[in-house]
C-alpha cells in the first residue's frame, strides 16, 4: 500500500510515468502471462475477467478489459473483445475467438481480476452468451467516454446474474450504462448508479462502496474491501473480491 502511495505522488509530479504497451502493435509482446490454467489441465468450466493498460497513450489513463471463457471438457479457452480496429476491419467492434486468455495486451501485463469455476461457469456461460450477442454497440466505437471495450464487459457483468463483480475505476467506459438510462443498477446489482452518458455519476452499492464519475474518471472508496478507487491507477488498498450475492 505504501509502494502504491509514494508512486501515486511521483505519478503525480510527473517524475514517473505510468506503465505504457508498446508502440508497435506489430512487434508487442502477445505472450501468455501463465495466469489460466491449460485446457488440459483444467477440465472444469471457466470464466475469467482481464484488464491490461489500453494500448499506446491510452495506457496512461485506462484498462482495456476482456472476458474469457472455458466449456467443461473443452480443448481451448474464447475470448470475448472489443476494439475500434475490429469494427474498421470487420464491420462489428466484437472479436470472438479460441486464443490464450491471458495474454500481454501489446506489451503492457494482463491482471486477473475475476475468476468462478465449475458448476457456476457451466451456468454463467449461456449467460454471456447471450449478454455478448445484444451488446448494443457492435457497430460503434468511441474511446471516451464511451461505448468502448470496457463498456462492453460493464454490459456483460450487468446481464449475467452470476458474474457479481465490478471493474476497476480506470476501466474508462464502465459507467455509460446504456443509451438514455440515467438511472440503473449497480454492475454488482448490489446497489444503484445514476450516469448521464459515462461523463457525470454516482454510483452506491454494497459492493461497489461510493463512486463519483467526473468526466469518465472515477475516485470513490470501497468500505467492503477497505479501498480506494482512483483515477488513472486502479485500486489503493485490498484487493477487490466478489461482492455479496
Known sequence: MFRKLARLMLVVLGLVPLP?????????????MGLAPSPDAEPEALVQIYAARAFRW???FAVHTWVATKEK?????????VTNWGLNRT????????DIPDRRWFGADSDLLYEIKGARAESAIPQIQ???ASYPYHDFYRAWP?????TFVSHIIRSSPDLR?????????KDWIGTGDLVGLSETGTGVQFSLFGLLGLTMGLGEGIEVNLLGLSLGVDFL???LKLPFLGRLGMRDSEAPG
Open 73 to 81: 471438457n473443452a480443448a481451448a479457452y474464447t475470448t470475448y473483445h
Open 130 to 132: 447471450a449478454a455478448v
Open 58 to 60: 491510452r495506457g496512461y
Open 146 to 150: 464511451g461505448p468502448n471495450s470496457n
Open 165 to 173: 463483480f465490478e471493474l476497476p475505476p480506470h476501466a474508462i467506459g
Open 225 to 227: 474491501r477497505p479501498a
Open 20 to 32: 505504457l504497451s508498446a508502440q508497435d502493435w506489430r512487434t508487442a509482446d502477445r505472450s501468455s
Open 91 to 98: 464491420g462489428s467492434t466484437i472479436a470472438i475467438q479460441e
